[in-house]
């Protein structure tokens, strides 16, 4: 990360990039915390970085505050697979299978590239929702 800074001093981009990575590794979400508030403080309106702060605060338990934010994003671009998973990942913990389903057919109705993935992971929440 200090290479990238360096080579980017100041790039909101390069903060939430590396805040998403932390969040993904499950490690120093405190500091991907603080990363994706300076991000939003920079460019308020990004969806990048809603979606982040969102899935940030998700994984920090913290589910109430963060559909806001995953729930923005989701709207602004419903066809985008990260947000879609961290998205799901949130109605998957609220057993709202519902919404989940409804996620995945419009985003396969919409022909996304990766609907084989979708249509794989409907099937088994359909057989999850109709037990």
Same mark, same amino acid.
């Given at each position: 990360m200090k290479w990238l800074r360096a080579a980017y001093p100041g790039s909101?981009?390069?903060k939430n990039y590396y805040a998403y990575f932390l969040v993904l590794q499950g490690r120093e979400l405190g500091k991907a915390l603080r990363l994706s508030v300076e991000t939003l403080q920079?460019?308020?309106g990004n969806i990048a970085f809603i979606d982040t702060y969102g899935y940030i605060l998700f994984k920090l338990g913290r589910s109430a505050e963060s559909i806001k934010y995953l729930r923005k =994003?989701? @709207?602004a671009h419903p066809l985008e697979e990260d947000i879609i998973d961290h998205i799901v990942e949130y109605?998957?913990?609220k057993k709202e299978y519902k919404k989940i389903i409804e996620i995945y057919k419009r =985003?396969? @109705?919409a022909g996304v590239d990766f609907e084989d993935r979708l249509k794989e992971k409907l099937a088994g929440i359909e057989k999850l929702f109709l037990l």
């Open positions: 909101a981009a390069i920079e460019e308020a =994003a989701y @709207e109605y998957r913990l =985003a396969i @109705e």
